[in-house]
């Protein structure tokens, strides 16, 4: 399984993004999957995800501002992120977790200026 992160990058407050994450090796539809970040100083939280049941849960911090959603047909999980905040700043993951175990993307910087 391999997932990859892109679509990070530096935006003033306010602005919006949207994180992708592919994935190879499995089918993402079928599978428990999330976000979640890590700012230096701070244990790594998450964003948001989506479970087995297909439900979602969303931080406190984020929500009303940031949406989780996957294309099963290009097998690819997003976190659009609207309003963000300079505290949003930090390394987004990706993350599946299935029997064979729990994968992670390698990462993608999200910096918001002020």
């Known amino acids: 399984v391999q997932l990859q992160a892109s679509g990070g990058g530096l935006v003033q407050a306010g602005e919006s993004l949207r994180l992708s994450c592919a994935a190879s090796g499995t089918t993402i539809g079928l599978n428990a999957v999330g976000w979640y970040r890590h700012t230096p100083g701070k244990q790594r939280e998450v964003v948001a995800r989506?479970?087995?049941?297909?439900?979602?849960d969303y931080a406190d911090a984020v929500k009303g501002r940031f949406t989780i959603s996957r294309d099963i047909r290009k097998n690819t999980l997003y976190l659009q992120m609207n309003s963000l905040k300079p505290e949003d700043t930090a390394i987004y993951y990706c993350n599946l977790r299935k029997h064979t175990g729990n994968y992670w993307g390698q990462g993608t910087q999200v910096t918001v200026s002020s």
């Open positions: 989506i479970n087995s049941d297909r439900s979602a």
